[in-house]
């Protein structure tokens, strides 16, 4: 892959870390790297290891891990703070990547979670890509 190339698509995956609570398609995405969008998502693909829409999931339901742990808010309004426009597609999308439902894991204490550094908190309560969700423990 060109360099150019692969500039452009860190610049479509960052645009999704910073505006993943927005209304992103592959066309728009695709935009942003300069590309057609069937071009973007086989890039990216190959770049990144996986689709757009399944990395912007990814940070989307990380996100929610975070406002789920904090508390303050319902299932229902985390999913919709997130991004996402169904309760039924994020709780599935969810309960595959981490291993239990949204309300279970906003039920359960995180006390072990905050007693940790940040740096060490994110890479364990990251969302599992391949479908494996992790044991708890």
């Known amino acids: 892959m060109e360099t150019s190339d692969l500039v452009l698509l860190r610049k479509a995956r960052d645009q999704m870390d910073r505006e993943y609570a927005r209304p992103l ?37 990380e996100r929610a891990m975070a406002l789920l742990r904090r508390g303050d808010l319902s299932v229902t309004e985390v999913c919709f703070e997130v991004g996402c426009s169904s309760l039924g597609s994020f709780s599935s999308k969810f309960s595959e990547l981490v291993g239990e439902s949204p309300s279970a894991y906003k039920a359960r204490p995180h006390e072990k979670d905050a007693a940790s550094i940040p740096c060490i908190q994110k890479i364990y309560t990251r969302p599992i890509r391949n479908g494996e969700a992790r044991t708890l423990g």
Request: proline share 5%.
């Open 25 to 61: 398609d592959v066309e728009a995405l695709a935009r942003t790297a300069l590309m057609s969008p069937g071009h973007f998502a086989r890039s990216f693909r190959e770049e990144f290891g996986e689709t757009p829409y399944s990395y912007l999931m990814t940070r989307r339901i």
